[in-house]
């Protein structure tokens, strides 16, 4: 029996749109209710293509049906969205060859800061680079490369708003903390976060690169898979410190990576933390967080270990300044890094010899 378009668009009227707080109806939303051979449709028009509650509207609208007039009153694929005037999809990133992510199983391993350096050696070594802090929780990038308080500039063209990356030490820069104050907290939902990160993938003007390097969040989460379906990304390096603690969680990061549903390759880790040396004692080693501990789970996974950075001072001082140390090639822990970017450049150029292109992850829930 066909209910009457009246009593549909009352239960409609009760869901509001996540961002705008006003009912899906007041806001024209619904733009079409119709029965097709005895089965209800509905059409629900956005503004935008991609506006991050689409699918939360549409499973809400699903939910709202059910309870109000009983089960499969409105079945699954029955909800037409709608974008007036959408401009055809443009291809995302078509001139950057890789696309690299830097991920860690947990915080405070020091990820940020090897990402920072592994840019700034990928350009002294002669490669075009770009940096996205899609950390954005933490955004740590800005400080570190010294341009806190600066702001992208932005312009329009091919019916889109470009974000101009900033550019400091030859690196191409975005991130969340370009656009909010350093001492501002940033307490996003997941739509808004992930939102965030397909607004500096896609609308950044980011021309020929040989590498786009992305600073994940620490974990796994809602960042993770937006990027995964957002580009098509050639590896993903993992970034951790030596101690068990640490390492239970990288098996966690690699297991998602290379899971049937993302089967993204992981390139490699890098031992963050390895050991300290003294500078009265240079020939010392002090293994603070265990020994080979990165070195002995790559063996065990069968994965490359691609580095192993020891604790320096001036590691964390270059990070505060603003001065990343690998701009200092001479200088052990520059060197450091530079032996790393030639191991993640070996490990790129090897995957894309032996395996196809990576594709964007298409990820269906039932």
């Given at each position: 029996?066909?209910?009457?378009?009246?009593?549909?668009?009352?239960?409609?009227?009760?869901?509001?749109?996540?961002?705008?707080?006003?009912?899906?109806?007041?806001?024209?939303?619904?733009?079409?209710?119709?029965?097709?051979?005895?089965?209800?449709?509905?059409?629900?028009?956005?503004?935008?293509?991609?506006?991050?509650?689409?699918?939360?509207?549409?499973?809400?609208?699903?939910?709202?049906?059910?309870?109000?007039?009983?089960?499969?009153?409105?079945?699954?694929?029955?909800?037409?969205?709608?974008?007036?005037?959408?401009?055809?999809?443009?291809?995302?990133?078509?001139?950057?060859?890789?696309?690299?992510?830097?991920?860690?199983?947990?915080?405070?391993?020091?990820?940020?800061?090897?990402?920072?350096?592994?840019?700034?050696?990928?350009?002294?070594?002669?490669?075009?680079?770009?940096?996205?802090?899609?950390?954005?929780?933490?955004?740590?990038?800005?400080?570190?490369?010294?341009?806190?308080?600066?702001?992208?500039?932005?312009?329009?063209?091919?019916?889109?708003?470009?974000?101009?990356?900033?550019e400091k030490y030859g690196v191409k820069l975005l991130s969340v903390?370009?656009?909010?104050?350093?001492?501002?907290?940033?307490?996003?939902?997941?739509?808004?976060?992930?939102?965030?990160?397909?607004?500096?993938?896609?609308?950044?003007?980011?021309?020929?690169?040989?590498?786009?390097?992305?600073?994940?969040?620490?974990?796994?989460?809602?960042?993770?898979?937006?990027?995964?379906?957002?580009?098509?990304?050639?590896?993903?390096?993992?970034?951790?410190?030596?101690?068990?603690?640490?390492?239970?969680?990288?098996?966690?990061?690699?297991?998602?990576?290379?899971?049937?549903?993302?089967?993204?390759?992981?390139?490699?880790?890098?031992?963050?933390?390895?050991?300290?040396?003294?500078?009265?004692?240079?020939?010392?080693?002090?293994?603070?967080?265990?020994?080979?501990?990165?070195?002995?789970?790559?063996?065990?996974?069968?994965?490359?270990?691609l580095g192993e950075i020891p604790i320096v001072q001036g590691i964390?001082?270059?990070?505060?300044?603003?001065?990343?140390?690998?701009?200092?090639?001479?200088?052990?822990?520059?060197?450091?890094?530079?032996?790393?970017?030639?191991?993640?450049?070996?490990?790129?150029?090897?995957?894309?010899?032996?395996?196809?292109?990576?594709k964007k992850v298409e990820i269906t829930t039932k």
């Open positions: 029996m066909e209910i009457q378009k009246e009593k549909i668009l009352e239960v409609l009227n009760q869901i509001h749109h996540p961002e705008t707080k006003e009912s899906i109806v007041s806001m024209g939303m619904v733009s079409d209710i119709q029965y097709r051979e005895g089965d209800l449709w509905i059409g629900l028009q956005f503004s935008r293509p991609n506006d991050p509650f689409i699918q939360s509207i549409k499973k809400a609208c699903m939910r709202a049906m059910e309870n109000a007039f009983g089960e499969n009153t409105l079945k699954k694929g029955h909800i037409q969205v709608q974008v007036p005037n959408a401009p055809a999809k443009r291809e995302i990133l078509p001139d950057v060859k890789n696309i690299v992510a830097i991920a860690s199983g947990k915080g405070g391993v020091g990820k940020s800061t090897v990402a920072a350096n592994l840019a700034v050696a990928l350009v002294q070594q002669g490669f075009r680079v770009g940096l996205i802090d899609a950390d954005v929780y933490g955004p740590s990038i800005p400080k570190m490369f010294n341009v806190e308080g600066q702001r992208p500039s932005a312009r329009t063209g091919d019916g889109t708003e470009w974000v101009i990356p900033i903390g370009l656009f909010v104050k350093p001492e501002d907290a940033v307490i996003w939902r997941g739509p808004m976060a992930t939102s965030a990160l397909k607004q500096l993938i896609s609308q950044g003007e980011w021309g020929e690169l040989d590498y786009l390097l992305i600073d994940l969040p620490p974990g796994t989460g809602d960042v993770h898979l937006t990027m995964v379906q957002e580009v098509p990304v050639s590896g993903v390096v993992i970034v951790s410190t030596p101690q068990d603690v640490a390492l239970a969680d990288v098996i966690k990061g690699i297991n998602m990576f290379t899971g049937d549903k993302i089967n993204v390759p992981v390139l490699g880790i890098i031992e963050n933390m390895s050991w300290f040396t003294p500078e009265e004692l240079p020939d010392s080693k002090y293994y603070i967080f265990g020994k080979e501990g990165c070195k002995k789970l790559a063996k065990k996974m069968g994965i490359p270990l964390r001082e270059s990070g505060d300044t603003g001065e990343p140390v690998a701009l200092f090639p001479d200088n052990p822990s520059g060197e450091a890094f530079h032996h790393l970017a030639q191991s993640v450049e070996k490990a790129v150029k090897t995957r894309n010899i032996e395996m196809a292109p990576t």
